[in-house]
């Protein structure tokens, strides 16, 4: 993305343009900026064998996903639609790494039968598979490190207290449990969370996959899951990749050494994918001139893109359509009934009703957290791919919204029954 004369442009498509053509609000993705992250990670990670496994959970649009294969990504997920999502996509099922978090164990074996491969989150879940499928059947096991790093508390998901994996306090347990039914253990996980500061937090969980990896004589990868930080507004930090693959990838070679063996070196990039890749473009309704704040209210809320709300999220805002304007201080809110902020106190281009807002860095849990809350359908989505803008899915209409209500009529009940 760039601004151009004035202009924003994605790939040299003019975003009003797309506005025009498609209504707002809008997600707009970049395809040229997902292509680009898989090959920063590509490069950061030389001299071991890497396998990227794009996170489908933030941003699951089918196209996506086909875009993801077509570089050669594989893909992690979480639930047993995000499998067939894959499947749809033309993702081998060998190249499917399902982790799911407290899931039922009806939902893992129809996920077995669809032939993708699992990470393990319990114990009780490790016992079921012996029990079921006794050593036919070869496992992950996701670990919980007990490392507490990453941004908001909602996102850490490696510290002692997460619900997520198997502590790697209970090594002996996890043990006895393989032994007893030879089940045959391929890899190790960790997953600690979003929005790591620095390398190392990631070497700190690679130390305690390392030590766990010598109980398992026939790993074949070991997964570091994610974590990767994404700049959100000019300064942030964000993950140094090619230190981290620098300090990894030089672990990562002792280990194999000492291992005896080559293995894979997994990761599972969500938001460091597809974070920058989007933007969400919205209608200005009306600017609202308060005692204390000049309030700009737009025709979008937490029902398109909850991270502000849920996680405190800071989204760089700018005025597309009137780039020359004069800055002044505005609150951007959505039009959903409950506090509904987007931006804060931003310094932004002259707003007047029917300008054209642009938030920035909404690729990543943008769409796929969306809601109908309110009773307002989602926006339709749009990427760009080489230099052309592909409608990847319809705006909803009110008939999406009412589809599989079923309605009672009391009143015509009440009458058959007198
Ligand atoms: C969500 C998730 C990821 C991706 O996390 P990001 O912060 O988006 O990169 C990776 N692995 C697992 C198991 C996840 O649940």
Redesign the pocket.
Known sequence: MQINQNRYQIQGVDVLAMAEEFGLPLYVYDADKIIEKIGTLQAAFQGVTLKIKY?A??LTNVSILKLMRSRGIDI?V?SVNEIRMALLAGFDSGQIMY?PSGVSFAEIQEALALGVRLNVDSLPLLEFMGQTYGSRKPVGIRINPHIAEGGNIKIQTGHADSKFGISMEQRSEIRAIVERYSIPVVGLHI?TG?DFKNADAFLKGADVLFELASDYPDLEFLDF????KVAYREGDHSTDVVELGRKVTTAFRNFCRNYGREIELCF?????LVSESGVLLVNVNVVKQNPNRTFVGVDSGLNHLIRPMMYDAYHEIVNVSNPAGEKQTYSVVGYICETDTLGWDRSLNEVRPGDVLALKNAG?YGFSMSSNYNSRVRPAEVLVYEGKPYLIRRRETFEDLVRNQIEVDFEEEISIKK
């Open positions: 996170a959970k933030a992690e979480v982790t997953h979003s899951g994610s974590g990767f599972e990039p969500g938001k460091f990543a």
